[in-house]
């Protein structure tokens, strides 16, 4: 890092203690940031960067709701509005054990980066429970997602602040807390949630936006070395939402995807997975992925615990959740040959495992370039939301496969400019930043 940002970086970990993964996230962000103070240094000058890292605005809230028990239950809102520098506030709300405020914290830093590379007017933020909705009955999952919007209603607006789905949130939920703010407010506003269902206001594509363009991303890199996925042996973590549809169009790409996995194990599936068997079990029983495994019969396996990065692979895409892919896992997917690591989930490879990626033939894109294409269909679906509009499933795959195209240059071609071709992280970085330090700059000290 250039010495230069060391103090603020100090100071960063000095206000936001015990809070690892938001400060892993600053690090890389600031540790691209070396190129670019050398030659800009102003930004250090007028306090962009350590504006940038602080939030807007940090609401945490009680969310007390009735299990079917009749007991009841106290959970922890959050919503951390970074930065709406370029837009309104923009992010999903996570719902998992796990949350607290520096997990929102990272993922609403990361968030503004990300939805800058779009070239989509939103700015960042996320936002979540430590509620568990696993085992939790649909009465209980709404009961809770009421009384987290009774709260939080009142920091939304399609101009202030737009939350979405992330992991534990999907259709079911994001359909509770529609209905809730609908009531509450007495209006239908429809461009202050999205992943909204395709019958009232949501967009064609927003389901299938992130795996799909975290493909389309990895197909990308491919063609930098006049290669494709035909053929292409592809492994991806996870079997939530953003796996699910990553799998589908590396298939529908000619790739033959040979596992997946869940919080628990991982399956092997020599046959390629079986994408319509895995929405069966996932989508609509909501089952794991051992459940898969054991109705899938014989040439497929389901390992418990274990590393889904043993799999042999030429194409990975982590596509669960933080720090998933470590150093180690990272050396063993070198050494069996993989090419290209795409991130479909945020900051999925630990900073050791992105340091060994550098060091090899390996191709590596950071979750905020290759994860966009989600957050990006939220904001066509704003744009149909404003316009009172809902364009067909071609028109919005073509609109997605733009920008998914347009991230990858804009990376890869600011990497080539500072110096450090192939260089996602590096490119993703600077160029994001760049353009939203220099909104920052024209806006004044605020
Ligand atoms: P889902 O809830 O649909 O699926 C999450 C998947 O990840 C499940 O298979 C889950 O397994 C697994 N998982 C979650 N936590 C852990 C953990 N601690 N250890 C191991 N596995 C885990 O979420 P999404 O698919 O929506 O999100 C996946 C990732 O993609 C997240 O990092 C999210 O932030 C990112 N992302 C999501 C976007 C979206 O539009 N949904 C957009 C951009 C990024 P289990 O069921 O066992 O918990
Ligand atoms: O991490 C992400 O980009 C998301 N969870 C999607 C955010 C959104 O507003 O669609």
Not at 210 to 222: D, I, K, P, Q, S
Not at 306 to 326: F, K, M, R, Y
Request: hydrophobic share 35%; proline share 4%.
């Amino acid at each position: 890092m250039d010495p230069r940002l060391e103090p603020i970086f100090d100071k960063v970990l000095e206000r936001n203690a015990g809070e690892a993964e938001f400060h892993q996230a600053v690090r890389e962000v600031f540790d691209s940031l070396s190129v670019v103070v050398g030659k800009r240094p102003e930004y250090l000058d007028n306090g962009v960067i350590e504006r940038l890292c602080e939030p807007e605005r940090q609401i945490i809230f009680r969310v007390p709701w009735v299990d079917d028990q009749g007991e009841v239950q106290v959970n922890r809102g959050f919503r951390v509005e970074f930065s709406s520098v370029l837009g309104p506030y923009k992010g999903g709300l996570r719902f998992h054990p796990s949350v607290y405020l520096g997990i929102v914290k990272f993922l609403g830093f990361e968030q503004i980066f990300k939805n800058a590379l779009t070239g989509l007017p939103i700015g960042g933020g996320k936002g979540g429970s430590d509620f568990d909705p696993k085992g939790r009955s649909d009465g209980e999952v709404m009961r809770f997602c009421q009384s987290f919007m009774s709260e939080l209603h009142r920091h939304l607006g399609e101009y202030t602040d737009v939350p979405a789905g992330d992991i534990g949130v999907g259709g079911r939920e994001i359909g509770y807390l529609f209905g809730q703010y609908k009531r509450i407010t007495n209006r239908y506003e429809s461009g202050v949630l999205t992943g909204k269902g395709l019958g009232w206001g949501g967009s064609q594509v927003r389901t299938e936006a992130t795996g799909y363009g975290t493909v389309h991303f990895a197909n990308e890199m491919l063609s930098t070395r006049g290669e494709d996925l035909e053929g292409k042996r592809v492994v991806v973590s996870g079997s939530g939402n953003v796996a699910i549809y990553a799998i589908q169009k590396a298939q529908q790409l000619g790739a033959h995807v040979v596992a997946c996995s869940d919080s628990s194990g991982y399956v092997v599936d020599e046959h390629g997975i079986d994408l319509a068997h895995l929405q069966d079990v996932k989508e609509v029983r909501r089952g794991r992925i051992g459940d898969y495994a054991s109705e899938r019969g014989s040439d497929c396996h389901h390992v418990t615990g274990g590393s889904i990065w043993d799999v042999p692979c030429d194409v990975a895409l982590p596509c669960a959740t933080q720090n998933e892919l470590d150093e180690k896992a990272a050396l063993t997917l070198i050494n069996n040959g993989c090419r290209i690591v795409a991130e479909g989930a945020n900051m999925p490879a630990t900073p050791e495992a992105i340091k060994a990626f550098g060091t090899s033939a390996v191709l590596f894109a950071p979750g905020k370039a290759a994860n966009a294409g989600g957050v990006a269909t939220s904001a066509l679906e704003m744009q149909q939301n404003a316009s009172r509009d809902s364009w067909s499933f071609e028109h919005t795959e073509e609109r997605l496969a733009a920008i998914m195209t347009g991230i990858h240059d804009r990376c890869a071609e600011t990497a080539e400019e500072y110096g450090a071709p192939g260089d996602y992280v590096l490119g993703a970085n600077v160029s994001s930043f760049l353009q939203v330090a220099d909104a920052m700059t024209a806006f004044g000290v605020i």
